[in-house]
């Protein structure tokens, strides 16, 4: 059996170097290594419509954003099959046959979920399709047969139910999906990289990112307001490194060879680091310094987006080739779990025979 990758992104808005540190940078490396066999990289819209079923515009419009931020970092549709899951109407079945092995006390008990409803405030106004979530997940992940799943940490209770539920299917039907591995970033700081407000989490509704496609003076000017060490007042006052937000965005960005660059007098981070906490170095240093680390990173993005968006219509042949390849795979998973599941009756010739010889 093959490697395969499959991940992907909500279209609820651009992407933002949460994302970018967190998956996309790491899809890049991987789509190059050539270590696996497909890699499919999915544009997740009809689960970005379950909790935003009354505001649909908002999906159409933003598929075409994740488009141009996957292609501008890298992605390449000769290597990665990039298609959007709406198009994928096997995915929609899979899952509804998946429902059938969860209880509704699994979903209530899945972290991710029950944190996401506290963000949303739904309450008890849960819509269904975004409850069942995770069997959504199990059914894309599945339908390729993944083997490996690069997400961010938050996504761990998510791949433990889409195991589960390979499991139990294979244990009921006979062994037919593929189990997949959970590949993490490895570099710490990237596991969640927090908001520029120094909130846990950089998300597009708490309007706390820094985005791919953004202007080198709208980085700049995030950069230089971030979230630091409060009661770093004075250069000379001690820093506190640890939940200091530009430090954590130079663990995620910085290399050494960045300070031979743009300031030559430290040699690597931990110097940078052991010079705040001792006093006599200011924010807005180590902002700057940030600030050259991350346009030198984001200016390369910002360049292919620009040649992308010239040929919109090319996108979009990319996005559709790359469906119609998808949706063959995932026919193909589909009609294993309904032979698996014997609901395959027009196939099972002897089905078929034994209810003619039953009947004559």
């Known amino acids: 059996m093959g490697k395969i990758i499959l991940t992907g992104d909500r279209p609820t808005g651009r992407l933002h170097v949460g994302h970018y540190v967190g998956s996309l940078k790491r899809r890049v490396e991987l789509q190059n290594s050539g270590e696996f066999d497909d890699i499919y990289i999915m544009i997740a819209d009809a689960q970005a419509l379950t909790d935003n079923a009354d505001n649909p515009e ?86 390729f047969k993944a083997t490996t799943v690069p997400v961010g940490e938050d996504q761990l209770p998510m791949l433990e139910q889409t195991k589960e539920i390979v499991r139990k299917f294979n244990s009921v ?82 290399k050494d060879e960045h300070f031979a660059e743009y300031l030559p007098e430290y040699a690597n981070l931990d110097e940078l680091k052991e010079h705040y906490t001792r006093g006599g170095l200011g924010d807005v240093k180590v902002k700057r310094f940030l600030n050259a680390v ?23 042949d990319i996005l559709k080739a790359g469906s119609e390849k998808a949706q063959k795979t995932a026919a193909k998973t589909l009609e294993e779990v309904k032979a698996a599941m014997k609901i395959n009756y027009f196939e099972d010739e002897a089905l078929i025979q034994q209810h003619i010889k039953k009947y004559q």
Request: hydrophobic share 35%; net charge negative.
């Open 58 to 143: 908002k999906i159409r419009q933003n598929i075409i954003e994740v488009a141009l931020d996957y292609l501008s970092c890298g992605l390449d549709p000769e290597k990665s099959t990039l298609f959007i899951q709406s198009q994928i109407p096997e995915l929609t079945e899979l899952t509804f046959y998946y429902m059938n092995l969860v209880t509704v006390s699994r979903l209530q008990r899945n972290p991710t979920v029950k944190s996401e409803i506290q963000m949303r405030n739904f309450e008890a106004s849960i819509p269904v399709g975004f409850f069942t979530y995770p069997i959504s997940q199990a059914s894309d992940i599945t339908a």
């Open 294 to 316: 991350l346009q030198e990173e984001l200016a390369p993005i910002r360049a292919r987006r620009k040649e992308y968006e010239k040929d919109i219509a090319y996108v979009y």
């Open 173 to 254: 039907y006979g062994k037919t999906l593929v189990e997949p591995e959970i590949l993490l970033p490895d570099n710490e700081a990237c596991l969640r990289l927090p908001g520029i407000d120094g909130k846990a989490k950089m998300s597009k509704s708490l309007g706390n990112c820094i985005y791919l496609a953004e202007d080198e003076k709208e980085v700049q000017k995030k950069v230089m307001s971030m979230y630091t060490d409060p009661n770093h007042i004075r250069v000379q006052d001690p820093g506190q490194v640890e939940g200091n937000t530009v430090f954590t965005y130079l663990d995620a960005f910085c």
